[in-house]
């Protein structure tokens, strides 16, 4: 049944003295990786963390919040049922296959509830988006995580072979967070076909936006499978810029969004959120503006981490994957030191650190705090000494061979000793 006020505080209490670390739309439950409330509050702090559109909302949704703050004594029934038929229309669904939260994360709590519980096993990629994982844990349900590929797409054959009597619930996040990797839409129907007839499958679409044009991509909402397993879910956090308002939602079949809207909190969406969501979905033209400009400033950031024979994870989305060269922990707390808070450190892949996109601005301080670490606990990829190395003709040792000097006595620290120029 749906949570009452009545029974709210009892899930509040529940999930307060739960040991499971908390999980949010821009981290990964890991814990000790949430900025401190000192850091938060420090004055001229860069936010580069949480996988934000840096550059805010839409006119047309901010002069929504600002009318709607003379509802804010109504409950917001009419808002909802507005946003609903809002969300059906711009993706040619019935009112009733839409499910509204408070942000898509919400949409993968009932998910969870409705399809996991003890004896229950959930499949995800890992390293992704945790939240689900943390829901299905609370739960008792067995958590079973598949690595990504070396191409950093799941492994739906592996996910495919770790499906049993017992699994309940598939989670797949594409673009995936936090690689910002693909995962190739032909892979994924032919994934669809393969599995048990009434085994649901959560699709994640929350950075659908920044994609831009590719082959191997197709959203599973603009170009939809008949599969009544399949719940797709997007968040109004990245490209409308409303993470604050904190609203997703959830496309499914009738009677699985009836499902999920059992277990979803009542009157969870407030009326300047619903307001706001509305407005900023009916502007397309910010859409495209918005994501123009994350496709130049992610070609930016990658011309920058290029100066600087940095390798990233070909991203898809409004954040990367810098691979560093030494252990990330210790590039996250450089930034923290110079005002940067940069995402969560992934166990998995140590060496990486994960940067959200900022304004021009913000991207230019970020690489001043970058060129600021000391020379010898910088990244470089050198070249190979078997094709540069030797002396300069003069009987003095060239400056490749004596950076790779540097390299063999461990005084200069690279990433594997991978050869950039091959």
């Known amino acids: 049944m749906t949570i009452s006020r009545r029974n709210f505080f009892q899930h509040c209490v529940a999930g307060a003295v739960s040991s499971v670390p908390i999980s949010f739309r821009h981290g990964l439950s890991f814990p000790g990786q949430l900025p401190s409330p000192q850091a938060l509050q420090s004055p001229g702090l860069i936010r580069l963390d949480n996988n934000e559109n840096a550059y805010g909302p839409s006119a047309r949704a901010k002069q929504s919040m600002g009318e709607s703050l003379e509802l804010a004594n109504r409950y917001p029934d009419l808002e909802y049922q507005q946003l609903s038929e809002t969300i059906a229309t711009l993706h040619g669904a019935s009112p009733d296959r839409v499910v509204l939260g408070c942000g898509s994360s919400e949409i993968l709590r009932m998910a969870a509830t409705a399809f996991l519980g003890p004896g229950k096993k ?41 499906v049993g009597p017992s699994t309940g619930l598939i989670y797949i996040c594409n673009p995936n967070n936090p690689t910002g990797s693909l995962t190739p839409r032909q892979n994924l129907e032919g ?8 085994l649901p499958v959560v699709i994640d679409e929350a950075y659908h936006h920044y994609v831009g044009k590719s082959s191997s991509y197709a959203s599973f909402l603009d170009r939809s499978v008949e599969d009544d397993r399949v719940i797709v879910t997007r968040t109004l956090s990245a490209i409308y810029a409303l993470a604050g308002l904190r609203i997703g939602y959830g496309i499914a079949a009738p009677k699985t969004a009836r499902l999920l809207s059992a277990v979803r909190l009542q009157s969870d969406i407030n009326v300047v959120a619903a307001r706001a969501a509305v407005a900023a979905l009916t502007d397309p033209d910010y859409v495209r503006i918005r994501s123009q400009q994350n496709a130049n400033d992610r070609q930016e950031f990658l011309n920058m981490a290029n100066a600087r024979m940095l390798r990233v994870i070909d991203s898809h989305t409004n954040f990367v994957m810098l691979k560093t060269g030494r252990h990330g922990q210790d590039i996250i707390q450089h930034f923290n030191k110079n005002g940067i808070l940069v995402g969560p450190l992934v166990p998995s892949m140590p060496t990486y650190i994960r940067v959200s996109f900022g304004t021009p601005v913000e991207m230019k301080e970020f690489w001043r705090v970058w060129d600021l670490m000391p020379a010898q606990k910088m990244a470089y990829f050198v ?30 620290h690279t990433s594997k000793n991978l050869c950039y120029s091959c």
Do not use: W
């Open 191 to 198: 994934f669809l076909r393969d599995l048990p007839a009434k």
């Open 383 to 412: 070249l190979c000494p078997e094709r540069f190395g030797g002396h300069d003709g003069t009987g003095r040792r060239s400056p490749l061979a004596q950076m790779s000097a540097l390299v063999r006595t461990g005084a200069l």
């Open 122 to 162: 959930l499949i995800l990629a890992s390293p992704t988006f945790e939240l689900i994982a943390d829901d299905a844990r609370r739960l008792a349900a067995e958590v079973v995580a598949v690595p990504l590929t070396k191409q950093y797409a799941h492994n739906l054959s592996k996910m495919l072979g770790s």
